[in-house]
């Protein structure tokens, strides 16, 4: 069964989030593994393509835009991938998504923003209540 994580994070900026992200791709790029970051605007999508570009001056992530995750590593699409299962899914929308059950992990990355916290509770109630093993991981510093 799908391994769901959250990341509670020290902060309230969205840029966070996104920071977060692209941490948590490289670090399982790194190992080996396929990642979705499933995004929740066109925007959030190019912004996060530029930050694997350049979030760390040594090195970079390979990762296309696209719904395809045997296009590259590390997938940004707007919605559920076409083809194979994937890893990890970096989930940046607030909602759950439908096709949770095709990766083996998914991560929630939560900034201390009402919304974005209220959602991520909401988001958490309906993983336990589908049973879905959870564990959290509250961040002291970026």
């Not at 190992?31 to 694997?52: I, K």
């Not at 083809?83 to 759950?96: K, Q």
Request: proline share 6%.
């Amino acid at each position: 069964m799908t391994q769901v994580d959250f990341y509670i994070l020290p902060s309230a900026l969205p840029s966070a989030r996104l920071d977060f992200a692209c941490k948590l791709a490289e670090k399982a790029w790194r190992l080996g593994h396929q990642v979705h970051v499933l995004c929740s605007n066109a925007d959030q999508c190019e912004d996060m393509d530029t930050r694997l570009w350049a979030f760390k001056g040594e090195s970079f992530v390979p990762h296309t835009q696209g719904d395809d995750l045997t296009l590259a590593p590390v997938t940004l699409g707007l919605s559920e991938p076409e083809s194979a299962n994937g890893e990890l899914l970096i989930n940046l929308t607030l909602a759950v998504p439908a096709f949770v059950g095709r990766f083996n992990r998914v991560a929630e990355i939560v900034i201390s923003d009402p919304t974005v916290r209220d959602q991520a509770r909401e988001n958490f109630r309906f993983y336990r209540e589908q049973g879905y093993p959870l564990q959290d991981h509250r961040l002291t510093r970026l």
